[in-house]
């Protein structure tokens, strides 16, 4: 009897498992997006960065899985917010008027920012769903609601997507976003993933390295960066990813993506640069994975290699992806910066700042624990 009642719960755990394995694969279908086909992927396979069937780095990308598994019995106790995350509500109608400086640049967390520069808006990775996953309940959770409905901002021009992984490329945001007039920018073959969701193709634009597209008087310029790319185990680097630099009549930006430090750095300074304002992901690093995350050193290494003026850190503050306390991040940009000399601009999730006035940066975040870069240094390789 007893072997017959263990057999009836091994079953019904079996049923269990099968039915969430099919419940998750159900949810989360769509949004792992579809393979380039046809001329999309006949464009991939004649980049100079394509080669055996995939996108690849210049520099390869090194992975301590060992180190990494350790990481996980030394995280930090602080990974994410114990309490509310400072926020600036952001009406949408703040950017129905351009500002009078023609730039200003309004972080919402993560990768995700509005840049208003010289009569242009764009929208860099909103991925503004509830978790950075193809799934509805499982995944890394925001800390704080999006801002406002993004489809309330109607006289957005262009939305830049990175790359594809769910932290950058999120398809209800997407969706929503199609009720505005916004083009969409992407690195090759992450379009796939656009048409495939319902965006027409005439607002899709794709680009490879140093490809660039004129919008009027305003250019944008698909930038080379070091990481990767995949929505699921089978697509890996199937996709391009990368940064890009904005140049407007007035004022130019350098949007970083994902990215270890890498060489062509120094020749986006040169060739695009100087840069008013550099957005440089800092956060959501580890000593493991030092090639996929620039982290907080060199991101402020960074800035200088594409000659920035003022950097704003990104990549950090709004979801749990690395073992490092929260806050860790803009500790340790501020102090690199100082020793470097560096100008910093740290304002909270929706507060928008213009950087041609003055603005005096006050610690909105709470003073926990983190490690210094002494202690757990970020060092890309073959960056030099």
């Given at each position: 009897?007893r072997r017959?009642?263990w057999k009836?719960v091994g079953r ?7 039915l ?6 159900i949810?989360a279908?769509t949004s ?7 001329e999309r ?9 394509w080669?055996?069937?995939h ?5 390869p990308?090194v ?5 990494a ?7 930090s ?8 995350v400072?926020?600036v509500p952001t009406p949408?109608?703040?950017f129905d008027?351009p500002?009078p400086t ?6 919402f967390g993560h990768?995700?920012?509005l840049?208003?520069?010289?009569g242009?808006?764009?929208?860099t990775?909103p991925?503004w769903?509830e978790?950075?996953?193809p799934s509805?309940w499982?995944g890394?959770?925001r800390w ?5 409905d ?5 006289h957005?021009e262009l939305?830049?997507?990175?790359h ?12 929503a ?5 916004a083009?969409?920018a ?5 379009g796939?993933?656009?048409?495939y ?5 005439a607002r ?5 390295w ?5 919008l009027?008087?305003?250019?944008l310029?698909?930038?080379p ?6 929505r699921?185990v089978?697509?890996?680097d199937?996709?391009?990813w990368a940064g890009y630099?904005?140049l407007?009549n007035r ?8 990215t ?11 060739r695009l640069?100087?840069f008013d304002?550099t957005l440089?992901?800092a ?9 996929w ?7 402020v ?7 920035g003026?003022l ?12 073992y490092?306390a ?5 500790e340790?940009?501020l ?11 740290t304002?909270?999730p929706?507060?928008s ?11 909105w ?8 870069a ?5 060092v890309?390789?073959?960056?030099e």
């Amino acid at each position: 009897m007893r072997r017959w009642r263990w057999k009836q719960v091994g079953r019904g755990l079996g049923f269990a498992i099968a039915l969430a394995l099919v419940t998750l694969v159900i949810d989360a279908w769509t949004s792992l997006g579809h393979r380039a086909t046809g001329e999309r992927l006949a464009r991939g396979e004649h980049s100079p960065e394509w080669s055996d069937g995939h996108f690849e780095n210049p520099e390869p990308l090194v992975n301590h899985m060992g180190r990494a598994l350790l990481g996980l019995f030394s995280r930090s106790p602080d990974v994410s917010p114990r309490s509310r995350v400072q926020v600036v509500p952001t009406p949408p109608e703040r950017f129905d008027t351009p500002p009078p400086t023609g730039l200003r640049v309004t972080w919402f967390g993560h990768s995700s920012l509005l840049l208003e520069i010289d009569g242009h808006q764009v929208l860099t990775d909103p991925a503004w769903s509830e978790r950075a996953s193809p799934s509805s309940w499982l995944g890394p959770k925001r800390w704080y609601p999006r801002p406002f409905d993004p489809a309330r901002l109607q006289h957005l021009e262009l939305v830049l997507i990175s790359h594809d992984h769910y932290d950058h490329l999120d398809r209800e945001t997407i969706l929503a976003l199609l009720a505005t007039p916004a083009r969409f920018a992407v690195p090759l073959g992450v379009g796939a993933h656009l048409e495939y969701w319902g965006v027409p193709a005439a607002r899709i634009i794709e680009l490879d390295w140093w490809q660039r597209t004129n919008l009027g008087d305003f250019t944008l310029v698909c930038t080379p960066a070091r990481h990767a790319s995949g929505r699921h185990v089978f697509d890996k680097d199937s996709k391009l990813w990368a940064g890009y630099a904005l140049l407007g009549n007035r004022h130019r930006v350098y949007f970083s993506g994902d990215t270890g430090l890498f060489k062509a750095m120094r020749a986006i300074g040169e060739r695009l640069g100087p840069f008013d304002l550099t957005l440089i992901e800092a956060g959501q690093y580890n000593a493991a994975w030092p090639d996929w995350h620039i982290g907080p050193e060199q991101a402020v290494e960074a800035h200088l290699r594409v000659k920035g003026k003022l950097l704003l850190p990104i990549h950090w503050g709004l979801f749990t992806l690395a073992y490092h306390a929260w806050t860790e991040p803009v500790e340790r940009v501020l102090v690199a910066a100082s020793a470097a000399n560096v100008s910093v601009l740290t304002p909270p999730p929706g507060e928008s700042v213009e950087p041609d006035l003055p603005y005096r940066n006050q610690r909105w975040w709470p003073e926990i624990p983190w490690e210094s870069a002494r202690i757990s240094p970020i060092v890309s390789g073959n960056s030099e």
